[in-house]
């Protein structure tokens, strides 16, 4: 059974910074890339960075230099550094996982609340 367990989000001021994490089990980590999206009510679920198995990494125009995503295979954990978080970057963030023969799998999400 796959299980993707996100944390770390909440409730901060503008400026500041949170860092998420989402812990896997029930998949072999190591060879999955992983990713964080982030959805706002009425809008589409949209991709906010990612990282390959390899650890090659891609991020959305609107995070790139304030966010940072890390992955630990020793303990099957991804991390979102978020610094100079802005109003703009509430919604819920998802973690999620992939791979090609095995699939994609979503985490059951995380509220992000960015206050002006």
């Known amino acids: 059974q796959v299980q993707l367990v996100e944390s770390g989000g909440g409730l901060v001021q503008a400026g500041g910074s949170l860092r998420l994490s989402c812990a896997a089990s029930?998949?072999?980590?190591?060879?999955?890339?992983m990713g964080w999206y982030r959805q706002v009510p009425g809008k589409q679920r949209e991709l906010v960075a990612a990282i390959t198995s390899s650890g090659s990494t891609n991020y959305a125009d609107s995070v790139k230099g304030r966010f940072t995503i890390s992955r630990d295979n020793a303990k099957n954990t991804v991390y979102l550094q978020m610094n100079s978080l802005k109003p703009e970057d509430t919604a819920v963030y998802y973690c999620?996982?992939?791979?090609?023969?095995?699939?994609?799998?979503w985490g059951q999400g995380t509220q992000v609340t960015v206050s002006s």
């Open positions: 029930g998949i072999i980590f190591s060879i999955n890339n």
């Open positions: 999620t996982s992939y791979y090609a023969l095995g699939g994609r799998y």
